[in-house]
Structures are given as C-alpha cells and as structure tokens.
C-alpha cells in the first residue's frame, strides 16, 4: 500500500530546484481516491506553493469509483478538451 505521506516524502526528497520546473500529478482512479486530494488540501500554504503537485481523483473520500470509467474520459479529455 502506497499512502499519500509515501508519495510525498519521495517528491520532497527531490532537490527544490527540480522541483520548481516540473509537477507531480497524481492521477487516481480508484475507490475513495478523494482521499488523497482531500491530503493534499489539509497541508499548509507554504508548503504546498513550493510541492507544485496536483491530484485528479476519480470520487471523494467517501465514494466508490466507476470500475476505471474517470482514467478513460479523463486522458480522452487531455487529448481532446473541446469535446
């Protein structure tokens, strides 16, 4: 099991200066994947202006997700975001 603290600690381990020219972006389709977005809405300002991290969810904290429907519409999505 890889929690949100896991991921973290791996980007922040990352030298600042890298980190200030590229992103992280969690992409989770999967039951209660809210969960992760809501952690990183729970860190403090400062430290999340210097992450430049970002979660796609597929549902809240709460929910279950539609067996892998948010992955297929989402990347469809980035491939063609006027449709």
């Excluded at 922040?12 to 969690?26: D, H, L, M």
Aim: aromatic fraction near 8%.
């Amino acid at each position: 099991v890889i929690t949100f603290e896991d991921l973290l600690e791996c980007w922040e381990a990352k030298p600042i200066g890298a980190r200030r020219s590229q992103y992280f972006i969690v992409i989770a389709d999967s039951c209660h994947s809210g969960a992760l977005r809501d952690s990183l809405a729970k860190l403090d300002k400062a430290r999340k202006d210097v992450l430049n991290m970002a979660v796609q969810a597929a549902c809240g904290a709460d929910e279950l997700s539609a067996g892998g429907v948010f992955t297929e519409t989402f990347t469809g999505k980035q491939r063609t975001p006027a449709v």
